[in-house]
């Protein structure tokens, strides 16, 4: 099994910065990629940021030039460094990982549970 635990969501003024970590622990053999998602009330869930164990990297649209993912490979461990924050990026920021436990296992997907970021206006 694969826990992931997300940290440092809280609450900022538009225009703030905010540093997303997610720790995976557990039985790991190795992680594929890692990813943000935020899902905010009423609203769809939202691909924020992914990144591969070889360093590639994606954005939403709406988050480019703002947001930055980075990992470190050896802690299992993604970021998410959020600038100039909107009041639009209000939402449950969840991690998620695609992993596998053992070599001999396939690749599952595993969630965190979400850290809420709140950006007033």
């Known amino acids: 099994q694969v826990q992931l635990v997300e940290s440092g969501g809280g609450l900022v003024q538009a225009g703030g910065s905010l540093r997303l970590s997610c720790a995976a622990s557990?039985?790991?053999?190795?992680?594929?990629?890692m990813d943000w998602y935020r899902q905010a009330p009423g609203k769809q869930r939202e691909l924020v940021a992914t990144?591969?164990?070889?360093?590639?990297?994606n954005y939403a649209d709406s988050v480019k030039g703002r947001f930055t993912i980075s990992r470190d490979n050896a802690k299992n461990t993604v970021y998410l460094q959020m600038n100039s924050l909107k009041p639009e990026d209000t939402a449950v920021y969840i991690c998620?990982?695609?992993?596998?436990?053992?070599?001999?296992?396939?690749?599952?997907?595993?969630w965190g549970q979400g850290t809420q970021v709140t950006v007033s206006s």
């Open positions: 998620n990982a695609e992993a596998r436990t053992t070599i001999r296992s396939g690749f599952y997907v595993y």
């Open positions: 557990g039985s790991i053999f190795s992680i594929a990629a």
């Open positions: 990144i591969t164990n070889g360093g590639s990297t």
